[in-house]
């Protein structure tokens, strides 16, 4: 025990050492990331070598070799090579060893991937058709498993293949493994998002698509937690039917007719009845963001032709002239665009009565007072999702402040902080609470930083640009604050804790002298240009 402890001083110590320039390097392994001058992060130095061999001999291995231990270290080897270069120079060797018949290797493949960030663009469609074919087909669950972990990471360039997730015996409807059906539902609810993502054009090169939400994946979640009487679909896994509703309620606006309004806005009230409160509080974030969405456009639709006029811009365009071709495009796209919003906002017309999306936001609120602290943070938590969404509920944020657990008050303290000047608000309350507290307590001492922070978001302090110098004081202040906890926390009594109390004291005063004299061995860093 008293080893680890020792340990962990060690450890915090080193990332409080000064830096001290070391001599140039006689190997040809690579140095650690550093960052530029600038304060600009750099790229990092991967190795050339890995347990003494080459990126290309390791694919070799993984490629050729008949032992299975051997190519599963292959595997595992090349993630530690440059992922631009690796994913290019090893992708057809990765994709065969997808087909391997070690499940164990297929299982570290797709694992691989997902540390490298995907695969190289050139090999995306075959990678996706492998994918497919292991969730539909493949024996081993931990490799259909992570195979559909894998293809969520591909977002909405999956769209082509999620349909394998919704099958009748697979993905979402996977009954003998409630965590398949888990990342099913993530996975579907990533594809299925609005966003943007690449595809191959009419011309054969990749365009940049954007994706509206896919309306199918929609309708699969919502079907996970509809809780109405006589419907069967609902899983009974209450952590899939919260990942379901979170999903649709995240997927974005559809910008598509009032049968998709009225389909996600009724499929997140059939949610409402369920017993877990976590799930009930996010059907209502869900309807709230939608609701406040269809406002916002039926208040648009009163006058579609308004918008801002900038006369500089125009005077500028007109004394520069402008290419008569062009400039009829211009005017027959912007004709196009303002039909199809007219369109749109006719067809948002029938959208049934949905009620106000304040309704929702108040039914947040309720569950702030909670006796449960878990659900008290699950609605803090919504309310921070909403940011400037609950601004009108910013006085029962500001009143979790005081919450009876630290968790609660320490998120409510960031979620007003998200707020930006926004929160100026209630900035009064939180500089009065951060004056009151104690520099010489734990959780005080903890609030006191935290509160700091928030309000210097508030007032714009943090927008002013900080050295490296003064980023590393800070992180040594940080690390100064966790050794004093660890040294308050020994016995005098006991012999061992003596001596390490001891030394703990004087590496404290170290670092406390060299950050407040600011010795000329390690100089300040010049400011960033």
Not at 366 to 394: C, H, M, W, Y
Request: charged fraction near 35%.
């Amino acid at each position: 025990m008293r080893f680890m402890r020792v340990t962990a001083i060690l450890m915090l110590l080193a990332v409080a050492a000064p830096v001290v320039p070391a001599d140039p390097p006689t190997s040809t392994k690579s140095d650690p990331p550093t960052s530029s001058k600038s304060g600009t992060p750099q790229k990092p130095e991967y190795p050339k070598e890995v347990g003494g061999k080459t990126l290309e001999k390791w694919i070799d291995l993984m490629d050729n070799s008949p032992d299975p231990a051997v190519r599963d270290m292959a595997v595992k080897a090349i993630c530690f090579f440059d992922p631009e270069i690796t994913t290019k120079a090893a992708g057809p060797a990765l994709l065969r060893r997808m087909e391997d018949r070690d499940s164990g290797i297929r299982v570290n493949v797709l694992l691989a991937i997902g540390s490298m960030g995907g695969v190289h663009s050139d090999y995306v469609p075959k990678a996706l058709e492998l994918l497919q074919k292991h969730i539909a087909g493949d024996p081993q669950s931990v490799v259909r498993y992570h195979a559909i972990v894998c293809l969520g990471r591909f977002d909405q360039d999956a769209r082509r293949y999620m349909g394998v997730l919704t099958e009748k015996t697979e993905g979402i409807h996977d009954v003998g493994s409630y965590e398949i059906r888990r990342a099913s539902v993530i996975a579907l609810a990533r594809i299925g998002a609005a966003g943007k993502g690449e595809a191959v054009g009419k011309n054969g090169k990749v365009e940049e698509v954007d994706y509206g939400v896919d309306m199918k994946a929609v309708r699969e979640l919502l079907a996970l937690c509809d809780l109405r009487t006589g419907i069967t679909t609902a899983d009974p896994c209450a952590e899939i039917r919260l990942l379901a509703v979170r999903g649709v309620g995240s997927m974005g606006i559809p910008k598509t007719g009032a049968a998709d309004w009225q389909t996600i806005i009724d499929g997140l009230k059939y949610a409402l009845p369920d017993k877990k409160e976590s799930i009930v509080i996010a059907a209502h974030v869900g309807l709230f963001r939608h609701l406040s969405a269809l406002e916002q456009f039926r208040e648009e639709a009163k006058d579609p032709d308004k918008k801002e006029k900038d006369p500089k811009k125009d005077k500028k365009d007109l004394d520069k002239g402008k290419d008569p071709e062009k400039e009829k495009a211009e005017k027959e796209r912007a004709e196009k665009e303002r039909l199809e919003k007219l369109a749109f906002y006719k067809e948002l017309e029938k959208v049934k009565e949905t009620g106000k999306s304040e309704t929702h936001l108040v039914e947040i609120v309720k569950f702030t007072t909670n006796k449960d602290p878990l659900v008290r943070q699950e609605a803090l938590n919504a309310l921070a999702s909403l940011g400037r969404g609950a601004l009108p509920r910013i006085t029962d944020i500001l009143a979790l402040t005081t919450d009876s657990e630290l968790s609660i008050r320490i998120g409510a303290i960031f979620a007003l902080g998200a707020l930006g000047e926004d929160a100026k608000k209630v900035l009064p309350e939180l500089e009065k609470m951060r004056d009151k507290l104690k520099d010489d307590k734990g959780e005080e001492q903890l609030t006191k930083g935290v509160l700091t922070y928030c309000i210097d978001h508030i007032t714009g302090k943090d927008k002013v640009e900080k050295t490296e110098a003064m980023k590393a004081e800070e992180r040594k202040m940080l690390v100064v604050l966790e050794l004093e906890r660890l040294r308050d926390a020994l016995d005098d009594k006991k012999e061992e804790d003596k001596s390490l109390k001891a030394a703990l004291t004087a590496s404290i005063d170290h670092i406390k002298d060299r950050v407040e004299k600011k010795d000329p061995a390690r100089p300040d860093d010049k400011k960033p240009k």
